[in-house]
């Protein structure tokens, strides 16, 4: 039987943009570069002689030097190949990716788009806190080592108003860091290079430019001294708190080769693996992952000692997992996907474990497309029974009710450890009324229930192995992310038949 969700929500937005209401800027085709690189110079030179004419649709725009390179090899010396970039990702940041995504919209409906070059990719949005471009190879490593042990504090970084930049490769149209933020992070970058300083490293180019992140990069005709204002005027102050977002910055980021590796906060703890966890029943050989021994006990000291021993109710390798006579399976469940705040909390939920701990230890994530909450499992049945499990429930009558998730659990089973958004007592109620009149039904036409309903009713939100400190990272999930969620908890849904 196919289970319907009827979701019942109010989808707001102020959207100020549409090309019949708002005044485009225009490009100006005499727009030029204000400083021409001679050839054979490296883009990432800098002049700060350079002056911006008060003619040019950039007029307002900051000149500044072009840190970054991804092409060392025309534009570093040939003994100095090497490139960093620490940064902050903030595609965690929900308001922010809201915010982000309308001034892209505002400047789409607003300008021509033929003069602009990229827009920033939301889920990569990042403020980068240097660019140590074209260094050698000892060099290189002793920046890294520098960074890889740098004690710092996490901070709030916010985002407040539209500004925009120059350099040699061309225009930036900006979110720039309010004041606050820049001091703190100027303090940063000044204790870090210090530190570079003093291991024998020169720093190439000092930070000269306001910290940011791009919205959008266009050429010299984009007409970004009108933008800006307008985004400034008409979309900034639409706003919460007329402000691109905060994010709490517990960690940065830098690419090296073509892994990305994390750097933490000395505030900021994570959750680690434990070597030491093992499974609390052995599955003994020839035994289906199926069978359940009640009087399993988790120990004090597992790192999932807070989690709950359930039967793992499903299996897809039946022919292995089932008897011979009885190899077809049956799992009624409820879709979430259609719900926005369940997609959005559970993205962040999945973020925050990323972030939060280790990844080697997880097993999967939870396809947020395909999220739902298993009904029951009707595993290793006989095709007679099969049959009739499936008449029962397309005849079953049953009314709409909501369910909510208000909290964070763990599941242990003979297969792994689930991490869980759990349904609230009122929703644990309902479902457990629901699958009682069901059975009763199923019962009722000569099918005994192999394996009752055990488990509380739940969203998976990730699968991990025993080694996962579970207990770690739901207490950190309920303590620091469940609180931010509106009412608190994950989202009520409503079903429908």
């Known amino acids: 039987m196919i289970f319907a969700l009827c979701l019942l929500f109010c989808l707001y937005g102020s959207y100020l ?5 708002v005044s485009q800027c225009i490009d100006d085709s005499n727009g030029t570069t204000p400083y021409v690189i001679p050839e054979g110079q490296s883009i990432l030179y800098y002049d700060p002689n350079v002056t911006i004419a008060a003619d040019e649709p950039f007029s307002t725009c900051a000149w500044v030097p072009e840190g970054y390179t991804d092409t060392p090899a025309r534009d570093c010396p040939s ?16 308001q922010l990716r809201k915010t982000m995504t309308q001034a892209q919209r505002f400047i789409i409906h607003s300008s021509s788009n033929e003069s602009i070059i990229y827009f920033q990719d939301i889920t990569e949005m990042h403020c980068s806190i240097q660019y140590y471009s074209c260094y050698n190879y000892t060099e290189y490593l002793i920046i890294q080592k520098v960074i890889k042990n740098f004690i710092w504090n996490s901070f709030t970084l916010t985002f407040n108003n539209v500004t925009c930049d120059v350099s040699n490769s061309g225009i930036y149209i900006l979110a720039g860091a309010d004041s606050s933020s820049q001091k703190k992070l100027f303090r940063f970058i000044d204790k870090l290079e210090k530190q570079i300083n003093d291991e024998g490293v020169q720093i190439k180019q000092p930070r000269i430019e306001k910290f940011h992140m791009t919205i959008a990069s266009a050429n010299y005709t984009y007409p970004s001294d009108c933008i800006v204002d307008k ?5 900034v102050p639409t706003f919460k708190n007329k402000q691109f977002g905060s994010v709490l910055v517990c960690c940065f980021r830098m690419l090296i080769g073509d892994t990305y590796t994390n750097y933490y ?8 693996d434990d070597p030491n966890g093992t499974a609390p029943y052995i599955v003994p ?29 499903y299996t897809d390798t039946a022919a292995r997992d089932c008897p011979a006579d009885a190899q077809y399976v049956l799992t009624p469940s409820i879709l979430m996907a259609s719900s926005l705040q369940l997609r959005k909390t559970m993205n962040q939920a999945q973020r925050f474990i990323i972030n939060s701990s280790s990844n080697k230890s997880i097993e999967y994530f939870q396809d947020i497309t395909e ?4 009904i029951q499992y009707y595993s290793c049945y006989n095709y007679t029974e099969y049959l009739i499990i499936q008449k029962v429930i397309k005849n079953f009558i049953w009314n709409s009710f909501t369910l909510t998730f208000d909290r964070v659990t763990c599941d242990v089973s003979t297969n792994g450890i689930y991490i869980l958004a759990k349904a609230d007592t009122p929703s644990q109620r309902k479902l457990f009324r629901f699958v009682d009149k069901l059975e009763k039904q199923i019962n009722n036409e000569g099918v005994q229930i192999k394996q009752p309903r055990i488990d509380k009713f739940h969203l998976t939100i990730a699968a991990v192995n025993y080694t996962y400190p579970s207990d770690c990272i739901v207490d950190k999930l309920n303590k620091q992310l469940v609180p931010t969620f509106k009412n608190q908890h994950v989202q009520p849904i409503s079903t429908c038949p």
């Open 79 to 94: 003994d100095a190949q090497y490139v960093l970039t620490p940064s902050i990702l903030l595609a965690s940041g929900l």
């Open 17 to 21: 943009v549409n090309a019949q209401c």
């Open 371 to 374: 999220m739902h909450c298993s």
């Open 231 to 235: 985004l400034n005027k008409q979309l």
């Open 265 to 272: 906060a000395q505030d900021f703890s994570r959750c680690t």
């Open 285 to 313: 050989e020839g035994q289906s992952i199926l069978y359940y021994d009640p009087n399993v006990t988790i120990a004090a000291d597992a790192p999932f000692s807070t989690c709950v021993w359930v039967p793992e109710g």
